[in-house]
Nanobody, 115 residues
């Protein structure tokens, strides 16, 4: 079994920054990569970006230039550093761990960008 836990969400003003963390634990010996997604009520969950175990990082267009994903393989943890936040970045941010052929999701952490 794999547990995925996100943290770091909250309220931030437009133009501000926020860092989210996500850790995977349990049976993670075949961890292939981890990813961040986000979802707004009534809309589909969308990819923000992902990082492979080898370190390749892929960003969605909405995240390029403003968000940075980094990883700590020793801790099975990834981070999402978000900058120049906009109200449209308001969403629940979910972390996903890809282990072997299985996918595990965290419970999500809410980010609200508002003045």
């Amino acid at each position: 079994q794999v547990q995925v836990v996100e943290s770091g969400g909250g309220l931030v003003q437009p133009g501000g920054s926020l860092r989210l963390s996500c850790s995977a634990s349990g049976s993670v010996s075949r961890l292939n990569g981890m990813a961040w997604h986000r979802q707004v009520p009534g809309k589909q969950r969308e990819l923000v970006g992902m990082v492979t175990y080898g370190g390749r990082v892929i960003y969605a267009d909405s995240a390029k230039g403003r968000f940075i994903i980094s990883r700590d393989n020793a801790k099975n943890t990834i981070y999402l550093q978000m900058g120049t936040l906009k109200p449209e970045d308001t969403a629940v941010y979910y972390c996903k761990a890809m282990v072997g052929t299985s996918t595990y999701w965290g419970q999500g952490t809410k980010v609200t960008v508002s003045s």
